[in-house]
C-alpha cells in the first residue's frame, strides 16, 4: 500500500479539502484516479510521528469492493459489526471504542464532517457510497485533536474523486452478477486554461448499485430483501495564480438516495441453524427510505512566504423514514402488551404467540393491530465553517510547520414518528390501524460548536516533536413536545447542556537511521455528551500509542502499542443495539481500559526475487484487550449488570487479514483472507455463554482483472470464496448472517 502508516500528528486541518486542493498543486498531483490525501503531509509520510494510514486508489482497486466494512479489513486497529451484507450501515470503530452506527469515531468526506448531525445525533444512518471513493484515510493516536469531535479513537475520511489536472479524462466502471447486482461508476471532467493565469474546469459523477439480495421473506409478499442506490457529484473549480499568490475555488454538490428493504428482525438459535438466510414473514414491509443532499464552497489561498488558507463553507442535509417492525402484541391489546422484537427472538419459547405471528405461518390469522410497525422518521441537517492557516519557518536552528484552525457548527435532529398496526393473515400483512405522525415521537435533538486548535511540527536533528491542543465548546439542546402536540402548539419541555473541553495531545518520533524510526504520543480522548442526558457528562480518557516502524526496500513494518484509560465510558440506547431502554438515553460506564497491538507489515516478493512481476503481500493483525472497572447495574442492554473486569461487547481479542496479489502488467488478481475472533454480545468474563456468542468465522475474497486492451480492463471479483455461513451479530434483534458467496463480473474503460 502507498503510504503505508501516515503521521496523525501532522494530520489535516479543519479546512482540509481546500488544503487538500493546494495540496494537489503544490505536489502536481495529476493522475486522475489518483488520491488527494487531506492529511496534509510534507515530504515522506513514514517519517512522521503518529498512527495513521491511506487506502489509496489503487489499493481499492484491486477487489474493488462497495463495502466499506471489507475495505477497512486490512487496517489494523479497525473493529466492525457488520449488519446488512452490503456495508449500507456500517458499525465501525477504532481501538476498541463503541461500534453502533460509527458514532464513537469523526466521520468526514474531504474533511467534512458527514454524519447526519454530527454534534448532536452522530448514528451515521447516512454513510458515504464508498464505491465512488478514491481513497480512504484512517486516522488514529494523537491526530484526532485536529479534527474533532469524537477524539476517543480516531477519524475515517473518505476521499471523494478530484477534479482531474488533465484537460478531458474520464471512467467508467460496470458490473453484474449474483443477486442480481447491478454497479456503476462514472465520471467526466478536467481543467481548461483561460489564459496564463486562470484556469477553470470541473468534475461530473454518478454512482449507482442495486441487488435483490442474499435473504428469503418468508409469505406470499414476493418482496426483495435487496437496494437500490443512486447518487451524483458535480465539481466547478477556478484557479487562479498572480505572482506568488495562488487561489482555487470550488464549488460542489452532491446528492443521494436510498431504498433498501432492511430489517431489524434477525433469527432465533434454531431458526439460524436451519436457515440463516431466511427473513420472517413479519419482516416484508420493512424498507429504508433516504435522501441525502451536501453543499459546500471552499477556497484555498496560497502566498509566496509558506503560507497557506483553506477555508470550506458546507451545508449537509439528510432525511430518511425507515419503515420498520418494532413490536408484537398478540392480542392487539394496546402499547402496554407488545412485546420487542428482541424480547421475542431472545425467548420464543416464552413469547409463543408473538413468534408465531412473526413467522406468517400458513393458516395463522392475529388480531387486528398484532404488528407495530414504525415510521422511524427523521429530518437531519448540519452546517458551517471551517478554515486553517498554516506555514513553515525557521527558528533558532529548529523547522516548524504550524498550523491554527477554527470550526463553527451546527447541526440538528428533528425526530418525528409514528406506528402503524398491521395483522398477519396466512403470511401477509394487512394495515389494521393507520397511526397520527408524531405521536410515538415528536422531539428535537440539536447543538451548536465553536472548536479553534493550535499544532506545531518541530523538527530539531533527527526529532520530531508535534504539540497540539483543541478546544471545542458544544451547546447542546433537546425541545420535546411528546406524542400530544404533533403541531407542536405549546412549550416544549427543554433540556440544555454545555461542554467546554480541552483536549491536548503530543506525538514524537526519533529517527535512528535511513531504515529506523521510533514513535509515540499521548492525547486526550474526548466525546461529547447527547442532548437530553440525565448525567450531562462527556466520555474521558487518556490514550497513549508507542510504535516502531522499518522500511527497506521491498518491505516495511510497524508494530504500535496502544492504551486508553477512560475516565468514563458512554453508552447510548438506541433499538439497534437492541432497545429495552429510553430511546436516546445516555449512559454512564465508569472506568474501562482498553488496550492493544497493531501489527503490519507489506512487501512485494516478486521484487525480493527479481521475478519481473510484483507480488505485494499484505498482513495486518490487531489485538484488543477491554476491561470495565468498575461494578454497577445498567439498563443499558449490552452492559447489564457489569462486575470489575468485565470485557466490552463486540469488541474481538484477536483479528487477522492477509492478502497476496499478482499484478503481471496485462493481468493480475489479489487473495484477500480474513479472520475475526469470537466476540461476546454482552458485557462479560470467562467463557461466553451461548446466548451471547458471535462465533469467529474465516473469510476468503478473490479478484482478477485482464488488460486487454489499453484503457480496457475485464474483472471478475468472488465474495466469500469459500461459500463460509457465519453469523456477524446477535443486535439489532436475533442473529444475522455475514454475505454468502457471489460472483460478479466487470468491464473498466478510462481515457
Known amino acids: 500500500m502507498r503510504s503505508f502508516l501516515l503521521a496523525g500528528a501532522a494530520a489535516c486541518a479543519l479546512g482540509a479539502p481546500a488544503l487538500a486542493q493546494t495540496e494537489a498543486a503544490n505536489q502536481a498531483i495529476t493522475t486522475t484516479r489518483d488520491v488527494i490525501v487531506v492529511i496534509g503531509l510534507s515530504g515522506d509520510p513514514s517519517d512522521v510521528p503518529g498512527s495513521a494510514e491511506v487506502l489509496t486508489a489503487a489499493d481499492l482497486d484491486v477487489q474493488d469492493y ?60 447516512y454513510f458515504p457510497h464508498s464505491g465512488r471513493m478514491a481513497g480512504i484515510e484512517i486516522i488514529k493516536g494523537a491526530a484526532g485533536v485536529r479534527y474533532g469531535p469524537r477524539t476517543q479513537g480516531g477519524s475515517v475520511n473518505l476521499l471523494s474523486t478530484p477534479v482531474p489536472e488533465e484537460s478531458l479524462a474520464g471512467q467508467i466502471d460496470f458490473w453484474v452478477g449474483d443477486e442480481d447486482q447491478r454497479r456503476l461508476h462514472a465520471w467526466v471532467g478536467g481543467m481548461q486554461e483561460v489564459n496564463a493565469s486562470t484556469s477553470i474546469g470541473g468534475l461530473l459523477e454518478t454512482y449507482q448499485n442495486s441487488a435483490s439480495g442474499f435473504k428469503n421473506i418468508d409469505g406470499p409478499s414476493g418482496q426483495d430483501s435487496g437496494f437500490e442506490i443512486e447518487d451524483y457529484v458535480a465539481r466547478l473549480r477556478l484557479e487562479t495564480r498572480t505572482g506568488d499568490v495562488g487561489h482555487s475555488f470550488e464549488l460542489r454538490a452532491q446528492y443521494s438516495d436510498e431504498l433498501s428493504n432492511e430489517t431489524y428482525l434477525g433469527l432465533t438459535e434454531a431458526d439460524f441453524a436451519a436457515d440463516p438466510f431466511r427473513r420472517y414473514a413479519a419482516s ?21 512566504n509558506d503560507l497557506t488558507l483553506g477555508s470550506v463553507l458546507y451545508r449537509t442535509d439528510f432525511a430518511r423514514d425507515w419503515f ?158 411528546g406524542g400530544g402536540d404533533t403541531a407542536r402548539l405549546n412549550q416544549p419541555s427543554i433540556t440544555e447542556n454545555t461542554v467546554d473541553a480541552v483536549i491536548p495531545g503530543i506525538g514524537v518520533r526519533f529517527d535512528l537511521d535511513t531504515n529506523w524510526s521510533f514513535f509515540g504520543g499521548v492525547h486526550r480522548g474526548f466525546a461529547p455528551p447527547s442532548p437530553g442526558s440525565a448525567s450531562r457528562e462527556p466520555e474521558d480518557a487518556v490514550n497513549t500509542e508507542l510504535g516502531a516502524r522499518y522500511g527497506n526496500g521491498w518491505w516495511s513494518a510497524e508494530a504500535v502499542g496502544f ?189
Request: some cysteine; charged content about 20%.
Open 324 to 481: 420498520k417492525l418494532d413490536r408484537v402484541d398478540p392480542d392487539g391489546a394496546g402499547p402496554m402488551a407488545a412485546v420487542s422484537i428482541s424480547s421475542i427472538l431472545d425467548d420464543p419459547a416464552g413469547n409463543t404467540a408473538a413468534y408465531a405471528i412473526l413467522q406468517g405461518m400458513p393458516g395463522l390469522v392475529s388480531a387486528d393491530d398484532a404488528l407495530n410497525i414504525k415510521h422511524n422518521n427523521r429530518v437531519y441537517y448540519a452546517q458551517g465553517f471551517q478554515t486553517e492557516l498554516s506555514g513553515a519557518s525557521d527558528w533558532n536552528g529548529m523547522a516548524h510547520n504550524w498550523h491554527v484552525g477554527l470550526r463553527f457548527h451546527y447541526d440538528q435532529m428533528d425526530r418525528f414518528q409514528w406506528v402503524d398496526r398491521f395483522r398477519m393473515d396466512n403470511g401477509s400483512l394487512v394495515e389494521t390501524t393507520r397511526g397520527v405522525p408524531g405521536t410515538d415521537s415528536n422531539r428535537i435533538d440539536s447543538a451548536t460548536a465553536f472548536a479553534f486548535f493550535i499544532q506545531d511540527e518541530i523538527t530539531t536533528g533527527r526529532w520530531t516533536i508535534v504539540p497540539g491542543v483543541r478546544f471545542e465548546r458544544i451547546e447542546l439542546k433537546r425541545e420535546n413536545w
Open 563 to 751: 492504551y486508553n484509560a477512560y475516565d468514563n465510558l458512554l453508552g447510548s440506547c438506541t433499538n439497534s443495539t437492541g432497545g429495552g431502554c429510553t430511546i436516546g438515553a445516555q449512559f454512564d460506564g465508569g472506568e474501562v481500559d482498553v488496550m492493544g497491538l497493531e501489527l503490519a507489515a507489506e512487501a512485494d516478493f516478486g521484487e525480493a526475487l527479481n521475478l519481473g512481476v510484483s507480488l505485494p503481500a499484505r498482513l495486518a493483525f490487531t489485538h484488543t484487550s477491554t476491561e470495565f472497572q468498575t461494578a454497577f447495574n445498567s439498563a443499558y442492554e449490552p452492559w447489564a449488570t457489569v462486575n470489575i473486569g468485565d470485557e466490552l461487547p463486540y469488541i474481538p481479542e484477536n483479528q487477522i487479514y492477509g492478502a497476496i496479489g499478482l499484478d503481471a502488467g496485462q493481468f493480475g488478481g489479489q487473495l484477500a483472507l480474513t479472520w475475526v475472533d469470537d466476540v461476546r454480545t454482552v458485557a462479560g468474563q470467562g467463557a461466553i455463554p451461548a446466548n451471547q456468542l458471535v462465533e469467529s468465522h474465516f473469510v476468503a475474497d478473490a479478484s482478477a482483472w485482464w488488460s486487454f486492451r489499453e484503457g480496457l480492463r475485464a474483472r471478475v471479483s468472488v465474495r466469500n470464496l469459500t461459500d463460509e455461513v457465519y453469523a456477524v451479530a446477535r443486535r439489532p434483534a436475533g442473529l444475522r448472517p455475514g454475505a454468502p458467496q457471489a460472483v460478479i463480473f466487470g468491464l473498466s474503460a478510462e481515457f
Open 284 to 304: 416484508a414491509r420493512d424498507q429504508m427510505d433516504a435522501e441525502h443532499a451536501l453543499w459546500s464552497l471552499s477556497h484555498t489561498a496560497s502566498f509566496g
Open 66 to 125: 462497495s463495502d466499506i466494512n471489507r475495505s477497512l479489513r486490512a487496517v489494523p486497529g479497525v473493529n466492525i459489526q457488520e449488519e446488512d451484507g452490503y456495508g449500507l450501515r456500517p458499525n465501525i470503530g477504532l481501538r476498541g471504542t463503541g461500534l453502533d452506527r460509527s458514532s464513537n469515531i469523526t466521520l468526514m468526506e474531504d474533511g467534512i464532517l458527514i454524519s447526519p448531525a454530527p454534534y448532536s445525533a452522530p448514528a451515521a444512518y
